[in-house]
């Protein structure tokens, strides 16, 4: 049986519960409600619960460090778990993506989101696993903050649902096949 870190980027809050910035969160709240998980426990740096699929275990991982300190929870959870860190994969928000269009990666750059350059500057190393969940980039200039911590649209939340079911078939397929074969599923166009 493989083991699996599941790093779900947001900040925690209930200020923060349903935005954008989240939806990293939100995806690991999916995986735990379609999975029927045991409750969130606070740890270290973070929630945790965990779920089996198909033989594979996923710790689902929410930091409590907030988004710009990631790196905390992902160097703490990889070590208390004795994985390494290509059994990782940190689900995030991204801006350059049209909303609810995933991008598998196996490493790469940071692209400015500060989870991402906090986990990297942590772990010294850009080659983990991120899926990217498309947020859009529908804000003015100088909205950015605002946008990201604003919750989704009326019209995005009719899809969201079934987004955050994608995202989360994303993760159990990086366990099931590895990243490599899992992108040549999840990044179709």
């Known amino acids: ?16 519960a349903d935005t954008r910035h989240n ?24 929630f945790t619960t965990e779920i089996k699929h198909k033989g594979h275990t ?6 409590t460090t907030y988004m710009n300190l ?7 959870w990889l070590s208390t778990l004795k994985l ?4 990782m994969v940190v689900v995030t928000d991204d801006l350059a993506l049209p909303f609810g269009k995933l991008r598998l990666k196996a490493k790469g750059s940071a ?9 990297q500057e942590t772990l010294g190393s850009d080659e983990y696993a991120r899926l990217r969940f498309g947020i859009d980039s529908s804000f003015s200039k100088g909205r950015q903050v605002d946008y990201v911590l604003s919750p989704f649209s009326a019209d995005e939340n009719i899809d969201l649902e079934g987004r955050l079911e994608k995202a989360a078939e994303a ?18 166009k």
């Open 58 to 63: 996923y710790v689902l991982v929410k930091p």
């Open 171 to 188: 993760v159990l397929a990086f366990g099931a096949m590895g990243v490599e074969r899992a992108m040549n599923v999840v990044n179709v």
């Open 23 to 46: 939806v990293g969160f939100m995806v690991g709240d999916y995986l735990a409600r379609k999975h029927d998980a045991a409750p969130w426990q606070l740890g270290r740096h973070a």
């Open 111 to 119: 692209g400015g989101q500060n989870g991402l350059k906090h986990i």
């Open 1 to 16: 049986m493989s083991k699996f870190l599941v790093l779900c980027l947001g900040n925690i809050g209930p200020e923060y």
């Open 84 to 87: 390494t860190k290509e059994n």
């Open 70 to 76: 990631s790196g905390k929870a992902a160097a703490h």
